[in-house]
């Protein structure tokens, strides 16, 4: 793991985006797909207010998005992942990036984790060029929470309940976000830093993402 600290967040998004860029032009420019799952939250949305402008000037892109973990509510609702992706790139969303959602009509996540699985195994049938995760203060990651499972079966993804909220989610399962060429996790504050680096001693989500990780985990850090 590398841990990279900067002095603000302003910091952190420039030299994060300068490595995401690149990775977007290196895959244009074979006339490669590039797959990407990316956190919600409230951490990284200045990041994607940023890429959005960066994607629109650029004419050939063929990215596909998905998010990390969903709330089971509509887009239009303040809480859903993948409505903020939309409301935070808005020039670039259908035109550079497409995103395959983790939500269907079923009424539960339950019911629709292996309609939702099969078809990530369908639109993703590759590791993602980058994971960029973020993770809350219980050590979660993803709708990964403590003391919840962190696979289901075979499935790439699995219904989650919030510990505290019970809300109901989708998330990415541990195994299909581990299968990425690297792992962005962008955290901010003191006591993420402190979960983070006592993680080798605990037995949180984040802890198990680190030690099952077979590829470059990258830590973008401020106060
Ligand atoms: O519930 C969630 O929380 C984590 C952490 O969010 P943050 O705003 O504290 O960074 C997030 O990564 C995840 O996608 C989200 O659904």
């Known amino acids: 793991m590398k841990f990279n600290s900067y002095p603000n967040f302003s910091e952190l998004s420039s030299a994060l985006l300068t490595e995401w860029i690149s990775d ?6 074979a006339r490669r797909p590039a797959y990407f799952a990316l956190a ?4 990284p949305a200045p990041l994607y207010r940023s890429l959005d402008t960066m994607l629109a000037r650029r004419d050939i892109c063929n990215l596909h998005l998905v998010a990390t973990d969903e709330r089971w509510v509509a887009d239009s609702d303040a809480q859903s992942n993948e409505g903020l992706f939309k409301q935070c790139m808005p020039l670039s969303y259908g035109k550079q990036w497409q995103l395959l959602s983790l939500k269907n009509a079923a009424s539960t996540p339950e019911v629709a984790t292996e ?3 099969e078809r990530l195994s369908q639109q993703i ?6 994971v960029l ?15 919840a499972p962190t696979q289901h079966d075979d499935l790439s993804c699995l219904a989650a309940l919030h510990p505290q909220t019970r809300q109901s989610r989708m998330s990415l399962s541990l195994p299909r976000l581990l299968d990425s060429k690297k792992i962005w996790l ?7 830093r402190q979960i983070l680096e006592s ?3 605990t037995d949180l989500p984040i802890s198990r993402l680190l030690r099952e990780a077979r590829c470059n985990i990258e830590v973008f850090w401020c106060p």
Do not use: R
Request: net charge negative; glycine share 16%; proline share 5%.
């Open 186 to 192: 962008v955290i901010t504050g003191a006591e993420k």
């Open 24 to 29: 977007i032009d290196q895959a244009a420019l």
């Open 199 to 201: 993680a080798a001693q």
């Open 115 to 117: 309609a939702i699985s």
């Open 40 to 43: 919600g939250g409230s951490t």
């Open 133 to 147: 995760l973020g993770m809350g203060t219980d050590g979660h990651v993803a709708s990964l929470f403590p003391g």
């Open 125 to 130: 049938p590759q590791s993602f060029n980058a």
